[in-house]
């Protein structure tokens, strides 16, 4: 691996691991050991998009099996309440209750944290130019993500082989 493919690969996990450490942590001592990663990032997906496990699901790019379970378990810990829908019985609304919103609130807090201090570090072209950057790489990653999907999803057989060839042409060095 050349230099540059060898230190971007570090940098992107470590920064991966190093962002996810740094929410554990805040997590932690936030929900007192109550809530994962996962569950604080299902309460802000309750927050944001509307009341049904299928907005939740949706939304998270999850099952409804899974989604149905992450709610059962915030429900049971106190974080979200399921209500029918005033309008529409057949409809169960999961709302965030006062723990839920709290924990939700401090969650934002965090990422509004994390972004004014990198913010902080940078000048104007600087930011301009990192935001392009991470669009760039948000975009191949969403891209990759819904190529993986769609393999995953032609492959009935064995979904949880990926076969090398599939990725070999992004995974190649680019021939001049």
């Known amino acids: 691996m050349d230099p540059f493919r060898h ?8 920064t991966y691991r190093e962002i996810n450490r740094i929410e554990e942590l805040v997590l932690r001592r936030l929900s007192k050991n109550t809530l994962s990663i996962a569950e604080l990032h299902m ?15 949706r939304s998270m790019g999850i099952s409804m099996p ?5 709610v059962k378990k915030l429900e049971q810990k106190g974080y ?26 401090a969650h934002h807090w965090f990422h509004r944290q994390m972004v004014s201090n990198i913010e902080k570090a940078f000048s104007q072209d600087e930011k301009d130019m990192l935001l392009k950057t991470v ?15 769609r393999i995953y999803s032609l492959d009935n057989e064995n979904p949880s082989v990926l076969d090398a060839d599939q990725l070999s042409q992004s995974d190649a060095p680019d021939e001049a």
């Open 66 to 70: 899974s989604a149905t379970i992450a």
């Open 80 to 105: 979200v309440t399921k209500d029918r829908d005033p309008d529409d019985a057949r409809r169960v609304c999961i709302r965030l209750t006062l723990e839920g919103r709290k924990a939700e609130a």
């Open 7 to 14: 230190e971007m690969n570090e940098l992107l996990v470590s």
């Open 135 to 149: 669009n760039a790489m948000n975009s191949f990653f969403t891209e990759k993500a819904h190529e993986l999907e």
């Open 43 to 57: 309460l802000d997906a309750i927050g944001r998009t509307g009341c049904t496990v299928t907005d939740i699901a």
